[in-house]
């Protein structure tokens, strides 16, 4: 991976650098150089400012063959961190980091309504990085993410996920930090890239299963964007041709057979699972799922054969993903994973073993994500992070 062409210098050489650090946890300068391909003098300067400034620290010594020990170079975790909130369907979860990605603050709140968002965001933001007790200058900025509004649903014919938008600039006055905005799949896949550790040579793809379904994916660092920052509308891949319509146009789409709400309508459609497990006593979609997925882990056949199926349909998806990007490694997180993530993990490694094209040639790790119900703000919070100190793979905060 040689980049000969950045030796000068440069914000890319700088993100290459501190996210080489990141990764490897703990690195000398002289592997720097043969992991980054730049030369040496650029690296003592890149490290040299990265010391000055806090953000990487000198973290011991080890013995190298020539004899002389090599200090070794960590990210400093409490030089700076990252504020992410997560809009739900009913609250909103908030979330603080560190430079590796370590929850130091959390707290679910009450979502704010659409109005006067910016206000309220703004005042959520003042509270919570208040009670983090932490010198409020090292906090770099606020990410909020959400979903995307389903097609042809009200939210989308009524602009949501741009009010998000129009709210940033004044919410970015009110808070006076850089502020964020970010689809909460995307933002899950930086989260896990980030926190997991994972290098940059590996492509890295994420699956988020809630009330829909959304992918992310990292590519060199950075998140792959798309035309109109939409790539990872994994939930609209068909998966039948002929299958049920969707509101998007297609038929067939994996969303609607795998997520949260497609599992709980199969639960439905089976009247006395529903009936046992009381959904329609159920206060939310996600308290509903919640309960089928419980009896699913606890053993209940029935349960068990509908959760089953959804993980069928979903492994279909993500090896369509795996072979379209050629990933290396996959991490499925959201709440829909959160309790019966085993049922899915299984299912989508035994369809890649079977199936995956580039099988052969690369193993793809999957994973299941350590935090899935908090998987979007942590991703939030680290895209605060990221932009902060590798600015040069931060994605366009103007979307
Ligand atoms: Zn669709």
């Known amino acids: 991976m040689a980049r000969r062409e950045t030796a000068a210098g440069g914000p890319g050489s700088r993100a290459l650098v501190v996210d080489v650090i990141r990764s490897?946890?703990?690195?000398?300068?002289?592997?720097?150089?043969?992991?980054?391909?730049?030369?040496?003098?650029?690296?003592?300067?890149?490290v040299r400012d990265l010391l000055a400034e806090g953000i990487v620290r000198e973290t011991g010594s080890s013995a190298s063959a020539r004899g002389k020990p090599r200090t070794l170079l960590a990210i400093n975790p409490t030089f700076r961190y990252g504020v992410g909130f997560h809009l739900g369907a009913d609250t909103m979860t908030c979330v603080a980091i560190d430079l590796t990605g370590g929850v130091v603050g959390r707290e679910v709140v009450s979502r704010a309504p659409d109005d006067q968002l910016a206000e309220r965001l703004a005042a959520q933001y003042d509270e919570f990085v208040a009670g983090l007790d932490l010198p409020r200058g090292r906090?770099?900025?606020?990410?909020?993410?959400?979903?995307?509004?389903?097609?042809?649903?009200?939210?989308?014919?009524?602009?949501?996920?741009?009010?998000?938008?129009?709210?940033?600039?004044?919410?970015?006055?009110?808070?006076?930090?850089?502020?964020?905005?970010?689809?909460?799949?995307?933002?899950?896949?930086?989260?896990?890239?980030?926190?997991?550790?994972?290098?940059?040579?590996?492509?890295?793809?994420?699956?988020?299963?809630?009330?829909?379904?959304?992918?992310?994916?990292?590519?060199?660092?950075?998140?792959?964007?798309?035309?109109?920052?939409?790539?990872?509308?994994?939930?609209?891949?068909?998966?039948?041709?002929?299958?049920?319509?969707?509101?998007?146009?297609?038929?067939?789409?994996?969303?609607?057979?795998?997520?949260?709400?497609?599992?709980?309508?199969?639960?439905?459609?089976?009247?006395?699972?529903?009936?046992?497990?009381?959904?329609?006593?159920?206060?939310?979609?996600?308290?509903?799922?919640?309960?089928?997925?419980?009896?699913?882990?606890?053993?209940?056949?029935?349960?068990?054969?509908?959760?089953?199926?959804?993980?069928?349909?979903?492994?279909?998806?993500?090896?369509?993903?795996?072979?379209?990007?050629?990933?290396?490694?996959l991490v499925l997180t959201g709440p829909g994973v959160a309790l019966a993530g085993s049922v899915y993990a299984r299912r989508v490694r035994a369809h890649l073993d079977e199936t995956a094209h580039a099988r052969r040639r690369h193993g793809v790790r999957v994973e299941l994500s350590a935090q899935p119900r908090d998987a979007a703000s942590i991703g939030a919070a680290a895209l605060v992070v990221q932009a902060a100190v590798a600015p040069g793979h931060s994605p366009d905060p103007m979307r």
Request: charged share 20%; net charge neutral; proline share 4%.
């Open 139 to 329: 906090v770099d900025g606020l990410a909020v993410v959400a979903p995307t509004p389903p097609p042809g649903s009200s939210a989308e014919a009524a602009g949501a996920g741009s009010w998000l938008g129009r709210a940033r600039g004044e919410l970015r006055d009110r808070i006076g930090k850089p502020v964020i905005v970010e689809n909460d799949a995307a933002a899950a896949a930086l989260g896990e890239f980030w926190s997991r550790r994972i290098s940059r040579e590996q492509a890295f793809g994420c699956i988020y299963v809630s009330t829909g379904i959304g992918a992310g994916f990292v590519f060199n660092g950075a998140l792959l964007r798309g035309a109109g920052s939409d790539a990872g509308e994994l939930g609209h891949v068909s998966i039948r041709h002929d299958g049920r319509p969707c509101p998007c146009g297609n038929r067939g789409c994996v969303e609607r057979y795998a997520s949260m709400v497609a599992t709980v309508d199969a639960a439905r459609d089976r009247g006395e699972l529903g009936r046992r497990l009381n959904l329609r006593g159920a206060t939310s979609v996600s308290h509903a799922y919640d309960l089928v997925a419980r009896a699913a882990v606890r053993g209940d056949d029935a349960a068990l054969q509908v959760v089953d199926q959804a993980a069928r349909y979903l492994a279909v998806a993500a090896t369509s993903v795996v072979n379209l990007l050629d990933l290396g490694r």
């Open 24 to 46: 490897a946890g703990a690195v000398s300068r002289v592997e720097l150089t043969d992991i980054t391909g730049l030369t040496q003098p650029t690296i003592s300067n890149i």
